[in-house]
């Protein structure tokens, strides 16, 4: 027979993989429902989000999708309790021509409009969205100093943007329509992004996975976030915990 001390070890045992599998449980919920963490590997949303940051993107602004759950299962079709996104919000979405990548850019352009770009700015169904220097970026990994410029929709979001080259092939564009059921994406780093300009054209509705909402940790010198040890000297302090 088993003695107590077997008996007690045992149960510690157990409750103690309960707790993990709980927490397990727990955590695919919030990941599939509620909150889901990235992180941004590229510079074309520079000067909002730079390389290193990790932010927290909520999966229920515009509903779910598909693409909300893990693996993007193909169980069913559109967004169920889907609401809609505004001009200005940065969001994560599915690259259309490839749907395990993930990529993260500010809607411009909704349904039925027309976008151009002329002379780097944004026009809207022939009205051009507001745009005015103020400040500059220092880009980290080139010492480059740029003019930042904020552009404010006409729903009031207003966002900084930078433009590296001006007047280069990025900043005047054909007319763009926007199909019904798609959106049109822009980087805040205009000359530097692959966006609904280029080769990630129109994004289906589907393919939205959630709004970028708050950065939780922000590492400079390409740290990792399991590099604890050298988050003292690489953590960007005064980035964490805003809001996008």
Do not use: C
Not at 107 to 118: A, N, S, T
Not at 185 to 214: C, E, H, T, W, Y
């Amino acid at each position: 027979m088993a003695s107590k001390t077997e008996d007690k070890q045992d149960s510690v045992v157990w409750e103690t993989v309960s707790v993990v599998l709980q927490a397990l449980i727990l955590a695919l919920i919030l990941r599939t429902f509620l909150f889901q963490p990235f992180n941004i590997p590229s510079g074309s949303m520079k000067p909002t989000l730079l390389v290193g940051d990790y932010i927290f993107v909520s999966k229920w602004s515009y509903g779910y999708s598909r693409h909300s759950l893990p693996f993007s299962p193909d169980i069913f079709r559109g967004r169920i309790w889907g609401s809609d996104p505004e001009r200005g919000d940065v969001v994560v979405f599915k690259y259309p021509d490839d749907t395990s990548k993930d990529y993260i850019k500010r809607i411009i352009g909704l349904p039925g409009d027309k976008v151009q770009l002329q002379n780097s700015v944004v026009m809207i169904n022939g009205q051009p969205v507001e745009r005015v220097q103020q400040g500059e970026f220092t880009d980290e990994s080139t010492g480059v100093t740029v003019p930042i410029f904020v552009e404010t929709q006409a729903n009031g979001n207003s966002y900084q943007t930078i433009d590296i080259q001006p007047n280069n092939y990025a900043d005047d564009t054909p007319v763009f329509e926007v199909p019904e059921g798609h959106y049109f994406f822009l980087g805040d780093n205009r000359d530097n992004s692959a966006d609904s300009r280029f080769d990630v054209g129109m994004v289906p509705a589907d393919n939205l996975v959630g709004k970028a909402q708050i950065m939780f940790l922000s590492l400079r010198d390409g740290s990792s976030a399991w590099q604890i040890w050298k988050w003292p000297t690489s953590m960007r302090w005064d980035r964490l915990f805003t809001g996008l």
